[in-house]
């Protein structure tokens, strides 16, 4: 088990264009041998920091964690309490769209119109707002 303090952080960038670089650069090292869908994403969390994660996929296709809660893990075991802007980026001709899971883990930590930026592999992007994309989340209500 390793020391969440030893995570690699960045301050955030000033444009959503360096944070789709992040996530082109953390894509690299993505682990994708079923089926080589490689994923990166990078995000500005609350504390003034960029956190990036990418996919990584195992025979057991359930132990399988995108890259979008790769990134968001780290940043909340690091003391972050909320994201900000999110970008996802794959070697696809299309925007690789947050699955539902990442979706439903990001609910509980940004607000409704945090924007998300999603770039092809061609370096396009688009920007929406998270509630565009999941309107109707989950939610309990918290243990105060």
Do not use: W
């Not at 088990?1 to 959503?16: A, F, G, I, Q």
């Not at 972050?80 to 996802?88: R, T």
């Not at 070697?91 to 945090?114: G, H, K, N, R, W």
């Amino acid at each position: 088990m390793s020391d969440t303090n030893s995570v690699k952080r960045k301050k955030c960038p000033e444009s959503p264009q360096n944070l789709i670089q992040e996530a082109f650069s953390a894509k690299n090292n993505a682990y994708a041998p079923y089926s080589g869908f490689n994923v990166g994403a990078a995000l500005i969390a609350d504390d003034g920091n960029m956190y990036t994660g990418c996919n990584v996929e195992n025979s057991s296709y359930g132990a399988t964690i995108c890259a979008e809660r790769t990134a968001i893990v780290k940043a909340i075991s690091n003391g972050a309490k909320k994201i900000s802007s999110v970008a996802v980026v794959s070697d696809s001709e299309t925007y690789t769209i947050p699955c539902a899971i990442c979706l439903q883990v990001m609910s509980e930590f940004c607000d409704p119109d945090m924007e998300l930026h999603l770039a092809n592999r061609n370096g396009q992007h688009m920007t929406c707002t998270f509630n565009e994309l999941l309107p109707h989340s989950f939610k309990l209500h918290k243990n105060d």
